[in-house]
């Protein structure tokens, strides 16, 4: 925002222009790109429509994730391993925390124990 602009004044001004704005509730933006994805977590989005071009404004917690080029194949003996060390027994939960780590066994372990 700008600084010694009364928010009211400056709607006035946006409307005036023809630049209507609202809030859009969000749980996460995703952005996919070529070889990687940037994730916004907890975003604040603001759609602007500015004489029919609408434009989106997002902040919020940025990550960055690359994209593998392969699949990382998940064994039973990796699932079973991490069930068994972090005393979870669901199946699908173990495999879950694997394809989120990537297949790094003790990656999962931690998030499922955490």
């Known amino acids: 925002m700008m600084p010694n602009v009364d ?4 709607k006035k001004l946006m409307d005036s222009m ?3 704005s609202s ?13 990687m994805d940037i994730v916004i977590e907890n975003p604040q989005v603001t759609r602007i429509d500015a004489k029919g071009n609408v434009s989106f404004q997002v902040s ?7 994209k593998n080029a392969a699949k990382v194949e ?13 005393g979870v027994s669901d199946e699908s939960l173990a495999r879950s925390a694997l394809e989120e ?3 790094d066994i ?9």
């Open 7 to 10: 928010p009211r004044q400056l």
């Open 18 to 20: 023809g630049i209507k």
């Open 23 to 35: 809030e859009i509730r969000a749980g996460r933006v995703v952005i996919e790109g070529e070889g």
């Open 60 to 66: 919020g917690e940025v990550r960055e994730v690359e």
């Open 74 to 86: 998940i064994g039973e003996d990796d699932v079973k391993l991490v069930m068994q060390q972090a």
């Open 101 to 103: 780590t990537n297949g």
């Open 106 to 114: 003790a990656e999962a372990i931690l998030k499922l124990k955490g």
